[in-house]
Nanobody, 121 residues
Framework: VQLQASGGGLVQAGGSLRLSCAAS????????MGWFRQAPGKEREFVAA????????LYADSVKGRFTISRDNAKNTVYLQMISLKPEDTAVYYC???????????????WGQGTQVTVSS
């Protein structure tokens, strides 16, 4: 499975961005897709994930109510809509694919390149 993330950028606090992750290859082997992020000097952390078949979702507490993960199966693409962005959301965001809807990166087998999100105060 190959993953291509896009949509990052620079935004002011309170603004919004939408990240996209397009999957190709053996996508049928990975029903779960998710987003993780890593800020400078910090460990990578879970953001959100979705089961592409059933649509059930999982979110980190820090983004609940502000971020929404969704999928377009016809396009093999998962989106992360981010609103009310805060400076602490600044990080490199990575999309990932796996088979377990969990908050741990060990549940994901495939990783895309990161896309930078910078939120200015």
């Amino acid at each position: 499975v190959q993953l291509q993330a896009s949509g990052g950028g620079l935004v002011q606090a309170g603004g919004s961005l939408r990240l996209s992750c397009a999957a190709s290859g053996r996508t049928f082997s990975s029903n779960v897709m998710g987003w993780f992020r890593q800020a400078p000097g910090k460990e990578r952390e879970f953001v959100a994930a979705i089961n592409r078949i059933y649509g059930n979702t999982l979110y980190a507490d820090s983004v609940k109510g502000r971020f929404t993960i969704s999928r377009d199966n016809a396009k093999n693409t998962v989106y992360l809509q981010m609103i009310s962005l805060k400076p602490e959301d600044t990080a490199v965001y990575y999309c990932a694919a796996g088979v377990l809807l969990i908050k741990r990166d060990t549940g994901f087998n495939y990783w895309g390149q990161g896309t930078q999100v910078t939120v200015s105060s």
